[in-house]
RNA sequence: CGGGAUGUGGCCCAGCUUGGUAGGGCGCCGCGUUCGGGACGCGGAGGUCGCGAGUUCGAAUCUCGCCAUCCCGACCA
C-alpha cells in the first residue's frame, strides 16, 4: 500500500472524549471514528487489524476442528422467550419491530440461534459432536459505552458453541477450546491470564475469562503467586478467617448499649473500642426474580458481612437465584422494618423477607450491630443465639492480601480486560429448544453444550493499552496493520524514491505487508506517523544512510536503528519480520504444550 | 436510571459572568523559502455558535423546553 492513496488521516491532538490510551491513540492514528455514542467507524488501518485478529482466531478454531457458519443478526423474540432470556437479558437487548408489529433482537450473543439450528440438524449421536463458530458484529445497547472500542454497543465478536453427546465430551470440547484460546491470546501478543469466572447470565457452572492484563481494564482479579489461582473477584471464593488468632472467644451475654450520633461501622469502631473483626454490617438489597414468562416477584433482602469487609453483589445474586439484586433505598427499608438506617441490625429484624449471612458472621462470635432503634447498638451478638439467617453463604468480597482458598498464601490484586470467556453449559439450552439426539443405546438426549466468546475489536484495543508509549502505539507484529513502513525521506529525490521502491517491492514479493510513505511530506511528519501508528519496522531511505550506500532500519518497540546497506536491506527485513511472527507463534506452541503436560500429568 | 458537565469551521479550544452581529491554534487550498523527528512567510477558503421557542431595537451570550455527547455511580464480551 502507498500512504498517498490510503484513506487515513493522523490527528496531533487527543481527542476530547478519550479518556485510555487504546481509545486514544485509535483516534489519533486513525484507525477508529466514532460515528456516534459507542458505535465506530473502522478506517482502513483499523479494519486491518481487526481483520488480522480475526484471521488468527480463525485459525485457531479451525485447527481445534470448530466449523464457521454465518448467523443472522436479527432473530426473532421467540426464541429468546422459549429460553426465558427475553426477559433475563434486560434492557441491554437491543429490541426492533417490524412492520407487522413481530418483535426481534439484534443478536447479542447466539445460544438461542444455534441451538434452534442445531435441533433442526442433529438427530445421531454419529453427527456430534460439533462445535459451530461465526465472526460477527455484536449489540448490545451497554448502560454506559465508554473507553471508545472497548465498551462499545456494536463490537465483533468471535462466538464459538459445542454439542456434545455427554457430560466428559463437553468437558473435552471445553479443553479444546481452552487450549485455543491460549494459543490466540499468545499469537496475538497479549499479557493475559485465564481467571475463574462467573457465569452470569448466560448459565452453566464451569466457567473462565481471559484477561489481558492492563492497569485500565475494568475487571478486578485476585491472583496467587504462589499456587497460581487466579480469579475474577465477582468471582474468588472467601476464606473465612477468625477473629482472634488464639481462637473462638465463648458467646458473652447480649447487651444494649447507647451510640449516639453512630452510623457507621469506623464510628462504632472509634467511638466504642469495638475490634473491627467483632463488628457486623447489615445491608438491604431488593431482589429481582424471573416469573412465568416475565418479571415476577420482588423480595427485600437483609445481607450480613463482617465490618471489616465488602459484600459481593454477585454472590449475593447467585445464592438468591435473583435475576438481578440493587440496594434497597434508605426510606423503604424504614418503611418495612422500622429500623433506621445507620442502626439497622439482624437482632429482632422485622420486616424483611430474608436475612442472608456470610460465613465469618455465623461462625464468629459476639459481634457489634445495630440495635434497630435510634442510637443504640448491641453488643455481643451471635449468629444461632441472637438472630438466626435464613442461608449462610460466602458473601464476602475477596480482596488483595485475603488468603487464597487453594493454599491460603496471600493473593493480588490485579486489573484486566476480558477478552474472552468459555463456559460449560450443560443442557439448559439444548433442553430448552429441543436440541436432542438419539443416543447408541436408543434413548433420546439433549446435547451437552459449552460455548466460546472472544472480544475481537476488544482484544485490539487490549493490546494498544498493553502496548503503547509517548509516540504512540506499538504493535505486536502479528496484528500490526502493516508489518513494515519504507520511509523515503524526500520523495522527489530521484535516488531515494528509487531505492524506497525497490525495498517495497521485494519485500511485497516476500509476502512482507508493507506500506510505503511516498506522500510529499517533511520528514518529520512521516516519522511521527509511522511511530502514532505504531508499523513495527521502519526502514528510512535518506540522504545520509544512502550516502553509504545504507538505509537505516529501526524497531518501533526499542527504537534501535541499525544502518544496513542496500543489496542486503529487503532480505535483513524480511527476515527480521519472520523472526518476530516465528516468537509470537513458538510463544503459542510452547504454551499449547505446557498445557497438554499439564493435562497428561 | 440517578449525580455532574459540555455542545462555537474537519480537530482542540477562547468568547458567554457584564447582549452590539464570531476569534485563536492545528488541519485544508495557492505561492515562495525550507527539508533525517510534527518548518516558516505571504495570501485564501471554510461557521444555521446543537435544535426550537421566548425576552430584547439587537442573542453565541439572558430565560424555558428539547436533543446529543462526555464524566462519576449501579451492569457486561
Not at 150 to 179: L, N, Q, T, W
Not at 586 to 601: H, I, K, S, V, Y
Request: glycine share 8%; charged share 30%.
Amino acid at each position: 500500500m502507498r500512504a498517498s492513496r490510503l484513506f487515513f488521516r493522523t490527528l496531533r491532538e487527543d481527542p476530547a472524549d478519550a479518556e485510555i490510551a487504546s481509545h486514544r491513540l485509535m483516534v489519533r492514528a486513525g484507525l477508529i471514528r466514532k460515528v456516534t455514542s459507542g458505535i465506530y467507524a473502522y478506517l482502513p488501518l483499523g479494519q486491518r487489524v481487526v481483520r488480522k485478529v480475526a484471521d488468527i482466531v480463525r485459525e485457531e478454531m479451525d485447527r481445534a476442528g470448530a466449523q464457521e457458519v454465518g448467523l443472522p443478526i436479527v432473530q426473532p423474540a421467540e426464541i429468546w422467550r422459549q429460553t426465558g432470556r427475553w426477559f433475563e437479558y434486560g434492557p441491554e437487548m437491543w429490541r426492533l419491530t417490524d412492520r407487522h408489529g413481530r418483535e426481534y433482537a439484534l443478536g447479542p450473543t447466539h445460544e438461542e440461534v444455534v441451538t434452534t439450528l442445531v435441533a433442526g440438524e442433529v438427530t445421531s449421536f454419529r453427527q456430534l459432536p460439533v462445535n459451530l463458530y461465526q465472526i460477527q458484529n455484536k449489540f448490545r445497547d451497554e448502560v454506559r459505552p465508554r473507553f471508545g472500542v472497548m465498551r462499545a454497543r456494536d463490537f465483533v465478536m468471535k462466538d464459538a458453541y459445542s454439542f456434545d453427546v455427554d457430560e466428559a465430551g463437553m468437558a473435552a470440547s471445553y479443553a479444546a477450546m481452552r487450549r485455543a484460546y491460549t494459543r490466540v491470546f499468545h499469537r496475538v501478543g497479549l499479557d493475559f491470564r485465564p481467571v475463574e469466572s462467573d457465569s452470569g447470565a448466560i448459565g452453566g457452572k464451569v466457567s473462565e475469562e481471559f484477561m489481558a492484563l492492563a492497569d485500565s481494564g475494568e475487571a478486578s482479579l485476585v491472583v496467587c503467586e504462589a499456587c497460581g489461582y487466579a480469579a475474577n473477584v465477582e468471582r474468588a471464593e472467601g476464606v473465612p478467617t477468625p477473629q482472634e488468632d488464639a481462637g473462638p472467644e465463648p458467646e458473652k451475654p447480649l447487651e444494649k448499649i447507647r451510640t449516639p450520633g453512630v452510623r457507621t461501622i469506623e464510628e462504632l469502631v472509634r467511638g466504642h473500642g469495638v475490634p473491627i473483626r467483632h463488628t457486623a454490617k447489615i445491608l438491604f438489597y431488593h431482589a429481582s426474580y424471573l416469573g412465568e414468562g416475565g418479571p415476577g416477584r420482588r423480595e427485600l433482602v437483609a445481607a450480613l458481612v463482617r465490618g471489616d469487609r465488602q459484600l459481593n453483589e454477585v454472590k449475593l445474586k447467585n445464592l438468591l437465584g435473583a435475576l438481578s439484586v440493587e440496594l434497597a433505598p434508605e426510606d423503604e427499608v424504614r418503611r418495612r422494618t422500622g429500623a433506621p438506617f445507620g442502626s439497622a441490625g439482624p437482632v429482632g429484624l422485622a420486616g424483611v423477607d430474608r436475612l442472608v449471612a456470610d460465613h465469618e458472621v455465623a461462625l464468629g462470635r459476639n459481634f457489634a450491630v445495630g440495635a434497630n432503634e435510634e442510637d443504640r447498638h448491641y453488643l455481643n451478638a451471635n449468629a444461632g443465639r441472637d438472630f438466626r439467617p435464613t442461608e449462610t453463604a460466602d458473601l464476602r468480597a475477596v480482596a488483595a492480601g485475603d488468603p487464597c482458598p487453594r493454599c491460603r498464601s496471600p493473593l493480588a490484586g490485579r486489573r484486566g480486560i476480558e477478552v474472552g470467556q468459555i463456559f460449560q453449559l450443560g443442557t439448559r439450552y439444548s433442553t430448552q429448544l429441543g436440541a436432542y439426539f438419539t443416543a447408541e443405546d436408543g434413548t433420546r438426549r439433549p446435547a451437552w453444550m459449552g460455548c466460546y466468546g472472544i472480544g475481537v475489536t476488544r482484544t485490539a484495543a487490549a493490546a494498544i493499552e498493553q502496548r503503547h508509549d509517548a509516540y504512540g502505539i506499538v504493535w505486536p507484529i502479528s496484528i500490526a496493520p502493516f508489518e513494515v513502513a519504507v520511509v523515503p525521506v524526500h520523495v522527489d529525490d530521484e535516488a531515494q524514491r528509487h531505492a524506497a521502491e525497490e525495498i517495497y517491492r521485494t519485500l511485497l514479493a516476500a509476502g512482507v505487508e508493507a506500506l510505503v510513505d511516498d506522500r510529499p511530506e517533511r520528514p518529520g511528519v512521516k516519522f511521527a506517523d509511522a511511530d502514532l501508528v505504531g508499523f513495527p519496522v521502519r526502514v528510512t531511505v535518506g540522504e545520509r544512510a544512502l550516502a553509504e550506500g545504507s538505509v537505516d532500519v529501526t524497531d518501533r518497540a526499542t527504537r534501535e536503528t541499525v544502518r544496513v546497506p542496500l543489496p542486503q536491506a529487503a532480505e535483513r527485513v524480511v527476515e527480521r519480520v519472520r523472526q518476530a511472527r516465528r516468537e509470537l507463534a513458538l510463544r503459542a506452541d510452547r504454551a499449547e504444550a505446557a498445557l497438554e503436560a499439564q493435562a497428561a500429568g
